[in-house]
T-cell receptor, first 113, second 118 residues
Framework: AQSVTQPDIHITVSEGASLELRCNYS??????LFWYVQSPGQGLQLLLK??????LVQGIKGFEAEFKRSQSSFNLRKPSVHWSDAAEYFCAVGSSNTGKLIFGQGTTLQVKP | EAQVTQNPRYLITVTGKKLTVTCSQNMNHEYMSWYRQDPGLGLRQIYYSMNVEVTDKGDVPEGYKVSRKEKRNFPLILESPSPNQTSLYFC?????????????????FGPGTRLTVL
């Protein structure tokens, strides 16, 4: 069965520091992988996605993610965090058969001045 | 402007009173879906539709109904709401099939509907 695990419920980093949010997935075939961000009171915005090809994916707002098939991971990174990055981040795996998205539980990012 | 709209944005109701949350998209997307978001659980899919008159259950369909009579609309119906359906609901849409998942394609989300059932 498909599943997504985000091991970190809450992360706090200082502004300007680097960031890595972890995502592990379970999927029987080649996965479609996504990272979404949700600011307080807002809907979800797609940061980046992976379907095939280059395993290092660039997204919006300076984020990138690396697909590692051997580790079943799709971790999100940013070299220097800005205060406006404080939000909740969701990793999701998509089914090529149904279009269904399975979301992780989310990681809340807090940014210290 | 490409968008997914939901109405109402906020709703407080009582147990057993039927309600409908509307969802509409202007991108001519084939695929539409409803999710509910609860703290600590992320988003869970309720129902999805791959095209007009085609709907299927997601992970948590109990207590919900949907219909897809037109391509642009995908209403969520709660025939007899209960307090455990208090949640934040999101509608989303995208092109279909997934082979159309090009770099330009994505699943667009509506702004959410916060539902409280007393």
């Amino acid at each position: 069965a498909q599943s997504v695990t985000q091991p970190d419920i809450h992360i706090t980093v200082s502004e300007g520091a680097s960031l890595e949010l972890r995502c592990n997935y379970s999927y029987g075939a080649t996965p479609y992988l996504f990272w979404y961000v949700q600011s307080p009171g807002q809907g979800l915005q797609l940061l980046l996605k992976y379907f095939s090809g280059d395993t290092l994916v660039q997204g919006i707002k300076g984020f990138e993610a690396e697909f590692k098939r051997s580790q079943s991971s799709f971790n999100l990174r940013k070299p220097s965090v800005h205060w406006s990055d404080a939000a909740e981040y969701f990793c999701a795996v998509g089914s090529s058969n149904t279009g269904k998205l399975i979301f992780g539980q989310g990681t809340t990012l807090q940014v210290k001045p | 402007e490409a968008q997914v709209t939901q109405n109402p944005r906020y709703l407080i109701t009582v147990t057993g009173k039927k309600l409908t949350v509307t969802c509409s998209q202007n991108m001519n997307h084939e695929y539409m879906s409803w999710y509910r978001q609860d703290p600590g659980l992320g988003l869970r899919q309720i129902y999805y539709s791959m095209n007009v008159e085609v709907t299927d259950k997601g992970d948590v369909p109990e207590g919900y109904k949907v219909s897809r009579k037109e391509k642009r609309n995908f209403p969520l119906i709660l025939e007899s709401p209960s307090p455990n359906q208090t949640s934040l609901y999101f509608c989303a849409s995208s092109f279909w099939p997934p082979s159309a998942y090009t770099r330009e394609d994505t699943q667009y989300f509506g702004p959410g509907t916060r539902l409280t059932v007393l």
